[in-house]
């Protein structure tokens, strides 16, 4: 089982930037494909953007492309999400997922623990 713990979330305005962090333990983190994955109000979770097990490859959501930065840092045990010229439709509660067997897929059925989540609120 691995643990998931996000922060970094908060209210910020249009055009600004946000850093969320997601910090895993439990299992070896360097094993894990981990992904961000978001859910606005009434509405069903989506997928963000993931990273390969190394770092080596990122995958972004068309609607998050050129704007937000996935990373990695497995001598941490540690991902962040740097979001850039936020949107008012980016508001959302943020989840990290991981992967145990190492995927890093664009589906919620492929990952296996989650966090609590964390509110980032775009304001116009």
């Known amino acids: 089982q691995v643990q998931l713990v996000e922060s970094g979330g908060g209210l910020v305005q249009a055009g600004d930037s946000l850093t969320l962090s997601c910090a895993a333990s439990?299992?070896?983190?360097?094993?894990?494909?981990m992904a961000w994955f978001r859910q606005a109000p009434g509405k069903e979770r989506q997928w963000v953007a993931a990273i390969s097990t190394t770092g080596g490859s990122q995958y972004y959501a068309d609607s998050v492309k050129g704007r937000f930065i996935i990373s990695r840092d497995n001598t941490k045990n540690t991902m962040n999400l740097q979001m850039n010229s936020l949107k008012p439709e980016d508001t959302a509660v943020y989840y990290c997922a991981a992967s145990i067997i190492g995927i890093s897929g664009n589906s919620e059925l492929e990952y296996d623990n989650w966090g609590q989540g964390t509110q980032v609120t775009v304001s116009s």
């Open positions: 439990g299992r070896a983190f360097s094993s894990l494909g």
